[in-house]
């Protein structure tokens, strides 16, 4: 894939919500190759990719230092995230986490970041798909008054397509792998 | 000195009063010929729900997802306006307010022999949600007018959070 430009406005930063993780998040079963795709975060205020490559740096004895890294590994923290019955990734979340504590299918959910600021135009922008992220609730509750949260971290993994994405008005998503 | 920083929900202003106002004349100890009104007191007596100010925005938090979430306070006072007031029936007037105060709050309130609780606050428009409405002073003699009538006063803060998308 050659290089990619940016679709936003030289000289103007980019904003935080053209970065997007979505849920496949149609019914156990469901047709892979058509996907329902939902949005991961809402009422998060904050949340990054953090990349660990792995790397490793040594001085030898002629004092050149030399670092080697590997392919990164992607998590990412959605902290706070609040239960929302219209929230259709939260709730698949819950159901494999608190009603089933289905770790195995928790451990191979189908997730596609779509970078919308970048790419060839607004209905191909760049989109990458892990077919096999870990997703691993770390708590569940609140404070008294407040609103019940659950907490999630995502190792993202399995097998990764990189493609074009494109988002109708209605906010559904199609995915295409890239030839 | 007006603070500076104050910013308005201007649009939720109409939402909210609306909405307070259908709430306030539902309370069950107002008897069913009597009408809590915007802000206007018969010259004798009377009660009336007069807002603070504006609907002010506390906090907002964007989401990753680009939405917006304000959590907004619409302060008001409720009057009581009454002449001829004996000690006793000061008391009962303060006691109306304080009542209605609680009973905004989802406490449990008794009106002759029947209880009455608040289940839920009415719903709002465009992406607004009632949070808590609370009593932000007790019952209290307000003023003494000029026709000897004393306007007795609650105040009230209702809060409420606002969603919506930013372009």
């Not at chain 2, 002073?137 to 105040?155: F, G, H, K, Q, R």
Request: hydrophobic share 35%.
């Amino acid at each position: 894939m050659a290089d990619l430009t940016f679709l936003t406005t030289s000289g103007e930063t980019v904003k935080r919500e053209l970065l997007i993780a979505y849920l496949h998040t149609s019914n156990t079963g469901g047709n892979p190759s058509n996907p329902v795709w939902s949005p991961i975060g809402s009422r998060v205020t904050d949340s990054s990719e953090e990349l660990d490559w792995s790397e490793d740096s040594s001085t030898d004895i002629l004092g050149v230092t030399r670092t080697t890294m590997k392919k990164p590994v992607i998590t990412q923290t959605f902290d706070p995230w609040d239960l929302d019955g219209g929230d259709a990734a939260i709730l698949k979340i819950w159901n494999l986490a608190i009603k089933d504590q289905d770790y195995s299918a928790l451990a191979a959910q189908d997730v596609l970041i779509v970078h919308c600021y970048a790419g060839a135009s607004t209905s191909a922008m760049f989109a990458e798909r892990y077919e096999a992220c870990a997703i691993r609730p770390t708590g569940l509750g609140g404070e008294g008054g407040g609103v019940v949260g659950m907490p999630i971290d995502i190792t993202y993994g399995g097998k990764r397509t990189v493609g074009t994405a494109s988002i109708s008005a209605q906010g559904a998503v199609t995915f295409s792998a890239s030839a | 000195m007006a603070d500076e920083n104050v910013v308005l929900d201007v649009a939720g202003y109409d939402i909210i009063t609306d909405a307070l106002m259908e709430l306030l004349n539902q309370y069950p100890a107002l008897p069913q010929s009597e009408k809590i009104t915007f802000a206007t007191l018969g010259e004798n007596q009377g009660k009336a729900m007069f807002p603070q100010g504006g609907a002010v925005i506390v906090e907002e938090q964007s989401d990753i997802l680009g939405r917006v979430r304000q959590t907004c306070q619409y302060p008001f006072y409720v009057l009581y306006r009454a002449g001829g007031l004996t000690s006793a029936r000061k008391q009962k007037v303060k006691e109306w307010l304080d009542d209605l105060g609680r009973w905004l709050e989802g406490q449990t309130v008794t009106v002759g022999e029947t209880s009455y609780t608040l289940d839920q606050y009415p719903e709002l428009t465009d992406g607004r949600k009632f949070r808590t409405i609370q009593r932000a002073s007790v019952a209290a003699l307000n003023t003494i007018n000029s026709n000897n009538t004393e306007d007795w006063a609650i105040a009230i803060t209702a809060r409420y959070t606002n969603e919506f998308k930013r372009l």
